[in-house]
């Protein structure tokens, strides 16, 4: 769901985060930038120094869990549920 106001801070960093898979045009519109992705992204790497994090491009927030997920991956359990 696409924000009515520009997120900052830490809300920011959520929704680029969660959105960046999509592309950069998709993650501004959604995090209420609407096409103006150079604020988006001066707004976004504002947002991730001030909470020590250094970013270059979007692609860097995502993360090996996230691609995991989306591509497959495995599961590791027990054999049975008395076997470990």
């Known amino acids: 769901m696409a ?3 520009q997120l900052h801070g830490v809300e920011l960093i959520d929704c ?3 959105n960046a898979k999509q592309g950069i045009e998709t993650a501004t519109k959604l995090c209420g930038y609407g096409q103006d992705i150079n604020v988006f ?3 976004l790497k504002k947002a991730c120094q ?5 970013i270059h491009e979007l692609s860097d927030l995502i993360t090996t869990q ?3 997920r989306q591509e497959g991956g495995f599961d590791i359990a027990p054999e049975s549920a008395t076997d470990l």
Not at 50 to 54: A, F, L, R, S, T
Request: aromatic share 0%.
């Open 66 to 68: 996230q691609t995991v």
């Open 3 to 5: 924000s009515h106001n």
């Open 41 to 43: 992204q001066a707004e």
């Open 50 to 54: 001030d909470i020590g994090v250094e």
């Open 16 to 18: 680029a985060k969660a």
